[in-house]
């Protein structure tokens, strides 16, 4: 078949359309004009050559017709290219096409298997021009895409303030250390020996830098010089781990998030002289701290005493978060105020010594932060002879509905993780061991003191989980003076009977009958939670001595509220009683028992087993 043939067969195309115009000024229409290009580049002895006798030729030809197709690929381009031109949206200017890439790349990041926004340049050269146009849109550089997209990212960039964030190796280690002139933000991870080079390029040159995260993956312990941030005038976030430097260095005053971690196993190979007045001396320097977090970083010891009325005042801090598990006192969050509003997450362990207040809580102050929601949940749980955990959440009394009354230490736990409350996060996370000693009972105290320090004035819900409370009514009544708004109260084990004590007590003068008190006095005339609505008793036996004779006096207790018009529901979970014990409460007190509800349960399917023939083998007919 002949070459004009083949032509005479191509599907017909618009004739309409007179896009083109002839040497002599005739219009043709578009497929005709370009049907006769292609034939007129193709040459007719071309057509005779078979591949089989002559492969030379046929290759020669086959190479030559390459070069028309990429020719005619070029051509398609501009044709595309005008097309898109004519297209609504090539109308947008190139700052709100920039615009919208910006969210496209928030939403679409690069990944390991595709470009993510990238790809959007691929669609028009209208969109790649304004995407090219913008070198801020090229600053987030980052190793995922690999070194040779790193090195085009760079160069659009040109000298836009990048933000570096690398996986650093061998091969690539050099091309991150060229832009650092310019860096804003760096985040890398890599072995010590790739990251060591850097770090002195860091220190060396950017002095624009305003993020540093440094993750150092190997055993080994990078330690900076005292003087590497000189020069980094600006830095504002500040995270190393695996890496540590001198608590006497010269840390930027710009700082507002300090994060430095270690492993235990870090900790056992770092010499350090530096003591508690060090770290004070450093964050004192550091008004603006908004998040400190340190993790086995702090001295294991005080080498010199720190003074008993120094404090570290934080203003701004939001977050504090230290593990340290070294026995260390005195605890150096202990010498910290930071406002109401501050999350705190401990986890610690503390020595022992005669003076030792054993507590790892800042000093909260609401001064800060006036208009801040109060803690209005406080959970002490977990707790044994060396060791406690306390949480505690800022829940707005509007939502304290969502909590309900929980009947145990697992319901609350399972509200306040559960529920939609303000933070699935505890507000306070404390975490204590206690080294042994040969004080009587450490967690005692340090629960004292974790009372003494807590903002407890605006606590609407108290649980305490503790079978070796040795406390008096009287010594409940002192710690717990503050929490005159608590409604509900969760108690575990063996103090459960002081503490229903405590609850009938009254200061001197409040049962003068000549002189008879307002609904609000009246409530104020008991010493001991004067506003509790609710009183669950979990894990509390009250049928063995001494338990016997305490629970007549926790009767009266709860007589007295009753008389004056406040009475406490009681609620019983897991204990040990029985249903007398039940009934002689239910005298003075409303009762919630839950062995009664199964009691009744079963009542009922003896009922209407009845009334559906009674039991399997009776004759109900006669």
Request: hydrophobic share 40%; glycine share 4%.
């Amino acid at each position: 078949m002949s070459y004009p043939d083949i032509l005479s067969q191509t599907p017909a195309v618009n004739e309409g359309s007179e896009l083109v115009t002839s040497s002599d000024g005739v219009a043709v229409s578009a497929g005709e004009y370009w049907l006769k290009a292609v034939a007129s580049r193709v040459s007719s002895s071309d057509l005779h050559v078979s591949p089989l006798r002559n492969r030379p030729a046929a290759v020669d030809i086959q190479l030559k017709m390459e070069d028309e197709m990429k020719a005619m690929i070029l051509a398609m381009c501009k044709l595309r290219t005008r097309y898109n031109a004519l297209s609504l949206i090539s109308s947008l200017p190139p700052e709100v096409l920039s615009n919208i890439f910006w969210y496209h790349m928030s939403a679409l990041p690069p990944s390991r298997t595709s470009l993510g926004w990238i790809e959007a340049t691929h669609v028009c050269r209208h969109w790649r021009d304004a995407a090219l146009q913008d070198h801020s849109l090229w600053s987030n550089i980052t190793s995922i895409l690999g070194p040779q997209w790193t090195g085009r990212m760079l160069a659009r960039a040109q000298f836009t303030p990048l933000s570096i964030t690398y996986s650093l190796s061998s091969e690539n280690a050099k091309l991150v250390s060229k832009p650092l002139y310019h860096t804003r933000e760096l985040r890398v991870r890599g072995a010590a020996s790739e990251l060591s080079p850097l770090l002195d390029s860091v220190a060396s040159v950017a002095h624009q830098l305003e993020l540093l995260e440094v993750f150092q993956q190997t055993g080994l312990i990078i330690c900076l010089p005292p003087d590497y941030f000189a020069n980094i005038l600006y830095l504002r976030h500040l995270t190393l781990k695996g890496l540590c430097i001198p608590w006497t260095a010269r840390i930027p005053a710009t700082l507002i998030h300090l994060e430095i971690k270690l492993t235990q196993s870090d900790v056992r190979r770092l010499s350090s002289e530096a003591t508690l007045d060090d770290v004070l001396d450093s964050l004192e320097k550091l008004p603006l701290l908004e998040e400190l977090i340190l993790q086995n970083c702090l001295p294991s010891e005080s080498h010199t005493p720190v003074s008993e009325d120094r404090t570290i005042s934080l203003p701004r801090l939001r977050l504090l978060h230290v593990v340290n598990m070294a026995a260390l006192y005195p605890s150096l969050t202990q010498y910290l105020v930071v406002p109401l509003s501050s999350r705190v997450v401990i986890k610690d362990k503390l020595s022992f010594a005669p003076e030792s207040q054993l507590c790892s809580l800042p000093i909260i102050n609401s001064t800060f932060d006036t208009q801040e929601t109060p803690l209005t949940i406080l959970s002490i749980a977990d707790v044994t002879f060396w060791s406690l955990t306390a949480l505690a959440w800022r829940v707005p009394v509007s939502n304290l509905k969502t909590v309900g009354e929980p009947n145990s230490m697992e319901d609350l736990d399972r509200y306040t993780r559960k529920r939609g409350l303000k933070s699935l996060k505890p507000d306070v996370d404390l975490n204590t061991n206690l080294s042994e000693t040969g004080h009587r009972c450490p967690s005692e105290l340090c629960i004292e003191n974790l009372l003494g320090v807590l903002p407890l004035d605006d606590l609407r819900y108290f649980a305490l989980d503790f079978g070796s409370l040795s406390w008096s009514p009287e010594k409940w009544i002192q710690v717990l003076r503050r929490c005159k708004k608590v409604e509900h109260m969760l108690i575990t084990n063996t103090p459960a009977d002081y503490v229903g004590i405590a609850l009938g007590a009254r200061p001197d003068g409040s049962d003068d009958p000549e002189h008879p008190l307002q609904e609000d006095e009246a409530r104020q005339t008991f010493s001991f939670l004067p506003n509790l609505r609710t009183l669950v008793f979990e894990d509390v036996d009250f049928l063995t001595p001494p338990s016997t004779n305490l629970r007549k006096q926790v009767k009266e207790a709860l007589a007295l509220r009753t008389e004056a018009g406040f009475p406490v529901r009681l609620r019983f979970t897991d204990c040990m009683l029985d249903a007398a014990v039940v009934e002689s409460f239910r005298e003075v007190s409303e009762v919630d028992y839950p062995w009664e509800d199964d009691r009744e349960d079963s009542e009922e399917e003896d009922s209407e087993q009845s009334e559906h023939g009674g039991n399997e083998g009776e004759d109900v007919s006669s």
